[in-house]
C-alpha cells in the first residue's frame, strides 16, 4: 500500500534552494522544528476556538498542514546536509511531532454535534504508529515510515477535512466515518511498521 511519503524525494528537491538561503541567514535545524511546533498548537487553538462559529476557519488547516510539511522537510535537511544533527534534535523532532499531531486532529472538535472518542482514537493510534516507527532503531533496524496511513497521509486526511469543513460540505457523521477509517489505517500501518523493523533487523 503506497504512502505519500514516497513522494518526500520530489519534495526536499523543490526546497532544496530555500534550505541554502536559510542556512546561509544562520537558520538551524532545531530552531526550524520548534518554530512548526509551536505554530501548530497555535493553529489548533485557534481552529478549536472559532471554527464551530465560523466554519471559514477550517481552511486553515489544509493551509498550516502543507507549510508544516514543508518545514519538517526543512529541519531535515539542514539537519543531515549542513551537519546540524545532534541528539536532541531527535528528541524535538519526535516529541513535536506526535504533540503537534494530536492537537491538529483534536482541533476537529470544534465541528458540531461530532463525538469526541473517533477523534481521540485517531489521535493515539496516530501516536501508536510513530512510536511503532520509532522502536525500528531499538532493535538495530531504521526509523521506519512505511505506510498506508503515515504522518504525511494523515495531513492529507486531515487537511481534505478541514477544507470541506471550510466549504461545509460535510457534516459531524462524515467526519466521523472518515476519521475511524483512518483509525483503521492507522493499526495497519503500525503492524507495517513492526514486521518491516523486524524483517529488516534479521535480514
Same mark, same amino acid.
Given at each position: ?25 544562520? +537558520?538551524?535545524?532545531?530552531?526550524? #522544528?520548534?518554530? %512548526?511546533? &509551536? =505554530?501548530?498548537?497555535? $493553529?489548533? /487553538? ?76 485517531? +489521535?493515539?493510534?496516530?501516536?501508536? #504508529?510513530?512510536? %511503532?516507527? &520509532? =522502536?525500528?532503531?531499538? $532493535?538495530? /533496524? ?62
Amino acid at each position: 500500500m503506497a504512502s505519500i511519503y514516497a513522494l518526500k524525494g520530489r519534495f526536499q528537491d523543490l526546497l532544496r534552494p530555500l534550505v541554502r538561503k536559510l542556512h546561509a541567514i544562520g +537558520a538551524t535545524a532545531n530552531q526550524v #522544528t520548534v518554530a %512548526a511546533a &509551536v =505554530l501548530s498548537l497555535a $493553529v489548533a /487553538a485557534l481552529v478549536w476556538w472559532r471554527a464551530g462559529t465560523q466554519p471559514a476557519v477550517f481552511a486553515l488547516l489544509p493551509a498550516w498542514l502543507f507549510v508544516r510539511m514543508a518545514m519538517n522537510a526543512i529541519d531535515g535537511m539542514l539537519a543531515r546536509e549542513f551537519g546540524q544533527q545532534s541528539r536532541l534534535g531527535a528528541y524535538l523532532n519526535e516529541l513535536s511531532d506526535v504533540i503537534a499531531d494530536a492537537a491538529l486532529y483534536l482541533s476537529l472538535l470544534a465541528v458540531p454535534g461530532i463525538a469526541a472518542w473517533p477523534l481521540l482514537l485517531f +489521535a493515539g493510534l496516530a501516536f501508536l #504508529t510513530e512510536y %511503532a516507527g &520509532v =522502536l525500528g532503531t531499538m $532493535v538495530r /533496524a531504521s526509523r521506519r515510515y512505511d505506510g498506508p496511513m503515515g504522518k504525511s497521509d494523515r495531513a492529507f486526511v486531515v487537511g481534505l477535512l478541514g477544507l470541506l469543513l471550510s466549504f461545509e460540505l460535510i457534516d459531524a457523521r462524515i467526519v466521523q466515518w472518515v476519521v475511524l477509517i483512518a483509525a483503521a489505517l492507522c493499526i495497519v500501518t503500525t503492524v507495517r511498521r513492526i514486521r518491516g523493523g523486524l524483517k529488516e533487523q534479521t535480514a
